[in-house]
């Protein structure tokens, strides 16, 4: 199995003592996109923070949903991602923060990013949807319960099941990277009911009607199988669909183009994606 350059490093460098000092490691040398702070009305009428990071161009906005298990994450760690693809595909990206578990279970992360969603469609304008892992799982979910119309939806490698003896699965259990022991935590978390609806497992959905999608995953996974069969459920239900495995990545590279090349090329994908499929 190949790795991408940096790998190793990335592994080694995956704890930090506080989310601050690994968004500034991440972060640095990213390309930065004029952005301003804003607030948006959560789904239980509490404040959220969120980002606009300006594309300068007039095609839409990309309601960008971060990672983290729906347990961790944050609007400054997700910055390569959100601000690359601002960048290079001329669409806004609006980044979203939402309420965490397990303090804030499902669906309460949910109706946090259906509240955003509504607050960008009063504005007007063309929006699009995407996340990355459980952000991806959130965007999909906001997609499936929405009556808003969306132009596409850039998900890259979500947490689409909840079959934890996939392929995938099986030959990463322990990693390197994300090991099946942590994803079955972070379910505990954030449906501690055990419902494992299709709005928490979307493989379970019907998926007829939604958006032009992109999907990317990571070669190096334990989500990697679901990702294959939500990019067969989404085409099999006819929705456009477009599908890549990075090779030899790790779950969460998106965002650590200053060791993986290959972040940057998913995040030239994305923009493409945006710019050409969705414009």
């Excluded at 996109?33 to 923070?49: C, H, I, N, R, V």
């Excluded at 979910?141 to 995938?168: N, R």
């Excluded at 939500?230 to 990545?249: C, K, N």
Aim: glycine letters at 12%.
């Amino acid at each position: 199995m190949r790795y991408a350059e940096g790998i190793e490093q990335v592994i080694a460098l995956g704890d930090f003592p506080t989310p601050e000092e690994a968004a500034a490691y991440w972060n640095e040398g990213v390309a930065k996109a004029p952005f301003e702070d804003l607030s948006y009305t959560g789904g239980a009428g509490q404040p959220q923070a969120a980002r606009l990071y300006r594309g300068g161009g007039d095609a839409g906005t990309l309601l960008y949903i971060h990672g983290g298990g729906w347990a961790g994450g944050s609007i400054a760690l997700h910055e390569p991602s959100a601000a690359g693809m601002a960048l290079e595909s001329g669409w806004d990206v609006l980044s979203i923060s939402y309420r965490l578990a397990p303090a804030h279970p499902y669906p309460a992360g949910l109706e946090d990013c259906r509240a955003a969603l509504a607050w960008l469609a009063a504005k007007g304008g063309r929006i699009a949807i995407g996340g990355a892992s459980a952000g991806a799982n959130l965007a999909l979910a906001t997609a499936l319960s929405t009556t808003h119309e969306l132009a596409g939806m850039v998900l890259f490698y979500g947490v689409f099941g909840d079959d934890f003896d996939t392929e995938s699965y099986c030959a990463h259990a322990e990693g390197p990277g994300l090991t099946r022991a942590r994803m079955r935590d972070l379910f505990a978390m954030y449906d501690p009911d055990a419902l494992r609806d299709e709005l928490i497992a979307p493989l379970k959905a019907d998926l007829r009607g939604l958006p032009p999608a992109l999907l990317v995953a990571a070669e190096v996974d334990v989500l990697l199988s679901e990702n294959s069969a939500m990019a067969q459920a989404l085409s099999g239900a006819g929705v456009p669909t477009t599908w890549h495995v990075e090779p030899g990545v790790t779950h969460g590279f998106i965002n650590r183009g200053r060791l993986v090349p290959a972040a940057n090329a998913c995040i030239s994908k994305a923009a493409n994606f945006l710019k050409e499929t969705l414009t």
